[in-house]
């Protein structure tokens, strides 16, 4: 007798299942979106992705929708099985049902037990992504042709170059049905951030796999020449907008890794192109995941650096229009109205302010899981704590993600129209984010100044009169929205 698979709603690709006629479990459970304010269109996604997957199923799937998980599982009869989860809330959960067979991971590429052979022979050496990635194109073939990977240089400023737009996906009576029923539960006190509107990220394998033969033709090439940018009125650059779809499980990051490659074999896309890309999906997303287990549980509880202060609702709430900073405003105005922005408005704008404001890492890390339709903690854990609030002494990264506005103009175009001025530190059109960094140098000196990638700035914060008038500046300026 086949036991019934239970998908998580990270686990709908078809990848996930091993047999053509195994009947399957799939969960609405409503505490999930009770638990804290989630964004709407993230919850739409979800929800979407459920119900999609059950049709395609048709009479192989038993899709309930109840309170909790285990209140489900009480009406569900003969054996079941789940995939290893991706939380350890979820792990310890699953294990504690009895008779709920726990399987292996499934959904990456490397082992846990290759990561922890690697990791463990590391052991004197901080853990970081580039020496993983090598790892990891050694240990699966990739990309193995040439010598080390080309790093993409970084464009200061960006052309319109014609790049074609990811294909829309289009909603159907299922997502009328989904938001019908968001907006019962928020009239019933369900809490959400954001703002709805059209989905625009993919819910089936089918419209994700379309999505990623799009990107490879047509945005691949260019994902070198965009990568590590910052463009006015351009939120997406040459990104995928796949990430979600990964993290719903609807692709095999196994073929996307296989399928990038060849583009670059065949001479259709540059290596530098293939390999920044290559870069995230099998350097940064499988390391995320595998340090999410490796590391202790009690990770994300450590700051390093006295990080005390709260996340200001203005912030919370995705207020863009209470921000006059126009990096600052558009990157919040694109998770407002997207649920998504890329990785560098994550990191060097919203991240960057948060330790330049000294927010506690953990809130930040539930900000940005609670707020983005790819969010997960595997994901902001190492990301957001380790890397972006550089919470964790340096295990992750080498030092914390925190620029000033001269180098935000250097890599972008916002400055230009924007109410303060980058290269000022002190007045009232000061940039937030420069006098933000003089600050954070003035109050961490003492714990930073033994790194060497930040000797030169912290060598030029030797005058006691302007450091002083920093540091009251900015603690005038405190956490109100700039």
Same mark, same amino acid.
């Given at each position: 007798?086949?036991?019934?698979?239970?998908?998580?709603?990270?686990?709908?690709?078809?990848?996930?299942?091993?047999?053509?006629?195994?009947?399957?479990?799939?969960?609405?459970?409503?505490?999930?979106? +009770?638990?804290?304010?989630?964004?709407?269109?993230?919850?739409?996604?979800?929800?979407?992705?459920?119900?999609?997957?059950?049709?395609?199923?048709?009479?192989?799937?038993?899709?309930?929708?109840?309170?909790?998980?285990?209140?489900?599982?009480?009406?569900?009869?003969?054996?079941?099985?789940?995939?290893?989860?991706?939380?350890?809330?979820?792990?310890?959960?699953?294990?504690?049902?009895?008779?709920?067979?726990?399987?292996?991971?499934?959904?990456?590429?490397?082992?846990?037990?290759?990561?922890?052979?690697?990791?463990?022979?590391?052991?004197?050496?901080?853990?970081?992504?580039?020496?993983?990635?090598?790892?990891?194109?050694?240990?699966?073939?990739?990309?193995?042709?040439?010598?080390?990977?080309?790093?993409? +240089?970084?464009?200061?400023?960006?052309?319109?170059?014609?790049?074609?737009?990811?294909?829309?996906?289009?909603?159907?009576?299922?997502?009328?049905?989904?938001?019908?029923?968001?907006?019962?539960?928020?009239?019933?006190?369900?809490?959400?951030?954001?703002?709805?509107?059209?989905?625009?990220?993919?819910?089936?394998?089918?419209?994700?796999?379309?999505?990623?033969?799009?990107? =490879?033709?047509?945005?691949?090439?260019?994902?070198?020449? +965009?990568?590590?940018?910052?463009?006015?009125?351009?939120?997406?650059?040459?990104?995928?907008?796949?990430?979600?779809?990964?993290?719903?499980?609807?692709?095999?990051?196994?073929?996307?890794?296989?399928?990038?490659?060849?583009?670059?074999?065949?001479?259709?896309?540059?290596?530098?192109?293939?390999?920044?890309?290559?870069?995230?999906?099998?350097?940064?997303?499988?390391?995320?995941?595998?340090?999410?287990?490796? =590391?202790?549980?009690?990770?994300?509880?450590?700051?390093?650096?006295?990080?005390?202060?709260?996340?200001?609702?203005?912030?919370?709430?995705?207020?863009?229009?209470?921000?006059?900073?126009?990096?600052?405003?558009?990157?919040?105005?694109?998770?407002?109205?997207?649920?998504?922005?890329?990785?560098?408005?994550?990191?060097?704008?919203?991240?960057?302010?948060?330790?330049?404001?000294?927010?506690?890492?953990?809130?930040?890390?539930?900000?940005?899981?609670?707020?983005?339709?790819?969010?997960?903690?595997?994901?902001?854990?190492?990301?957001?704590?380790?890397?972006?609030?550089?919470?964790?002494?340096?295990?992750?990264?080498?030092?914390?993600?925190?620029?000033?506005?001269?180098?935000?103009?250097?890599?972008?175009?916002?400055?230009?129209?924007?109410?303060?001025?980058?290269?000022?530190?002190?007045?009232?059109?000061?940039?937030?984010?420069?006098?933000?960094?003089?600050?954070?140098?003035?109050?961490?000196?003492?714990?930073?100044?033994?790194?060497?990638?930040?000797?030169?700035?912290?060598? +030029?914060?030797?005058?006691?009169?302007?450091?002083?008038?920093?540091?009251?500046?900015?603690?005038?300026?405190?956490?109100?929205?700039?």
């Amino acid at each position: 007798m086949l036991h019934r698979r239970w998908l998580f709603a990270d686990q709908l690709g078809p990848h996930f299942l091993d047999d053509a006629h195994q009947p399957v479990l799939l969960v609405e459970a409503r505490a999930v979106f +009770r638990a804290r304010p989630m964004h709407r269109q993230k919850a739409h996604l979800i929800l979407s992705a459920l119900r999609h997957r059950a049709a395609e199923l048709g009479g192989r799937a038993l899709l309930l929708r109840t309170e909790t998980f285990r209140e489900a599982l009480r009406q569900v009869e003969g054996p079941v099985e789940v995939r290893h989860p991706s939380s350890r809330a979820a792990l310890r959960f699953v294990r504690s049902v009895d008779g709920l067979r726990v399987l292996p991971p499934r959904g990456f590429v490397t082992r846990f037990e290759d990561f922890a052979e690697w990791a463990d022979g590391n052991r004197r050496a901080p853990l970081r992504v580039d020496d993983f990635y090598r790892f990891a194109r050694a240990r699966h073939g990739v990309l193995t042709d040439r010598a080390r990977p080309v790093r993409p +240089r970084r464009a200061r400023r960006l052309t319109d170059d014609g790049l074609a737009p990811p294909p829309p996906v289009e909603e159907d009576e299922i997502d009328a049905g989904v938001r019908r029923d968001l907006d019962r539960w928020a009239a019933e006190g369900v809490r959400f951030v954001g703002r709805d509107g059209p989905r625009a990220y993919p819910v089936t394998h089918a419209e994700a796999a379309a999505r990623l033969r799009h990107f =490879l033709t047509h945005r691949l090439p260019a994902y070198g020449r +965009r990568h590590g940018v910052l463009r006015a009125g351009d939120p997406t650059l040459a990104h995928s907008l796949l990430s979600s779809s990964f993290n719903l499980g609807l692709l095999d990051p196994g073929e996307a890794i296989g399928a990038a490659e060849q583009e670059y074999l065949s001479g259709r896309a540059p290596r530098s192109a293939v390999d920044a890309f290559l870069r995230q999906l099998l350097g940064w997303r499988e390391f995320l995941w595998q340090l999410y287990w490796y =590391l202790d549980p009690d990770y994300r509880g450590r700051d390093w650096l006295p990080l005390t202060g709260s996340v200001p609702a203005w912030f919370r709430d995705l207020d863009a229009d209470a921000v006059r900073a126009r990096c600052l405003s558009e990157a919040l105005r694109a998770v407002r109205d997207t649920g998504w922005a890329h990785q560098t408005q994550r990191l060097l704008v919203l991240g960057n302010h948060a330790l330049q404001r000294g927010w506690r890492s953990s809130e930040v890390a539930a900000w940005f899981r609670d707020s983005f339709v790819d969010g997960t903690d595997w994901v902001m854990n190492a990301t957001v704590v380790g890397m972006s609030q550089y919470a964790d002494l340096a295990r992750i990264d080498t030092r914390p993600y925190v620029v000033d506005g001269g180098h935000l103009d250097r890599i972008g175009d916002h400055c230009g129209g924007c109410a303060y001025r980058p290269e000022q530190t002190l007045g009232a059109t000061a940039c937030p984010y420069t006098g933000g960094f003089a600050a954070f140098l003035h109050r961490h000196h003492a714990r930073l100044a033994d790194d060497p990638r930040l000797a030169g700035e912290l060598a +030029r914060q030797v005058d006691p009169r302007r450091r002083d008038a920093v540091l009251r500046q900015e603690e005038r300026r405190g956490s109100a929205a700039p």
